[in-house]
């Protein structure tokens, strides 16, 4: 079946600690994203893959990071600088077209709760 | 920065009514997408508009992208409780086609 795992589906973390989510996908697909959306809220992009060992800030960068050394990967490290990081978090990855990234394919999810 | 916001925020309906959210961008968009997220759930792409003035139908639902390509909207006919969920609307922002900013979404309730 192809689509996208995100895990774990439920992570608890007590404040301090750095945690790493991961997001495979066996879409073939160039672009990856990383999401996370609080309770009632939007989606707010925290970065994007355009392609492999290339990534962009998405507009809550800050306490995060990610690396794309493989094509089908994409983890999410939540660092202890991310001052309030109990959230949800959405992992999409889309296969690019002439005019653009095309539709976003999302995983379950990962939500992560501190402690 | 780009800003998306939707109106309304919420909206809750009697079964058979009709419900429509709005979608306006603080920018010109190249294309817009929109997607459903069910309670518990995650996204799940809908449909992306690409031209001015393009309106789009998929059984019930029926979408609108503006004539400046500023804003769009997703009109339900008839809603049934399946359609329950929130709405999201999304396009690229100006400094990255690749970079996709979400909407602040449209939580539809369905009363039966």
């Known amino acids: 079946d192809g689509g996208i795992t995100q895990s774990p589906k439920y992570l608890f973390r007590k404040e301090g600690q750095n945690v790493t989510l991961s997001c495979e996908q066996n879409?073939?697909?160039?672009?990856m994203y990383w999401y996370r959306q609080d309770p009632g809220q939007g989606l707010r992009l925290i970065y994007y893959?355009?392609?492999?060992?290339?990534?962009q800030k998405g507009d809550i960068a800050e306490g995060y990071s990610v690396s794309r050394e493989k094509k089908e990967s994409f983890p999410l490290t939540v660092t202890s600088a991310q001052k309030n990081p109990t959230a949800f978090y959405l992992c999409?990855?889309?296969?690019?077209?002439?005019?653009?990234?095309?539709?976003?394919?999302f995983g379950e999810g990962s939500r992560l709760t501190v402690l | 920065g780009q800003q998306v916001m939707q109106i309304p925020q919420y909206q809750h309906v009697q079964e058979g009514e009709d419900f429509t959210t709005y979608c306006n961008s603080s920018?010109?968009?190249?294309?817009i997408q929109w997607y459903k997220q069910r309670p518990g759930g995650h996204p799940v792409f809908l449909i992306q508009?690409?031209?001015?003035?393009e309106v789009k139908k998929q059984k019930r639902l029926t979408f609108q992208f503006g004539e400046a390509k500023k804003n769009s909207s997703l009109h339900i006919t008839a809603t049934q409780t399946t359609d329950v969920g929130t709405y999201f609307c999304?396009?690229?922002?100006?400094?990255?086609?690749?970079?996709?900013?979400f909407g602040t979404g449209t939580r539809l309730k369905v009363l039966a």
């Open positions: 999409a990855s889309s296969p690019g077209t002439g005019r653009g990234p095309g539709e976003l394919f």
């Open positions: 879409l073939n697909h160039d672009a």
């Open positions: 893959s355009q392609i492999v060992n290339d990534f």
């Open positions: 920018t010109t968009l190249s294309n």
């Open positions: 508009l690409v031209k001015s003035g």
């Open positions: 999304a396009g690229p922002s100006p400094s990255g086609t690749y970079k996709y900013i």
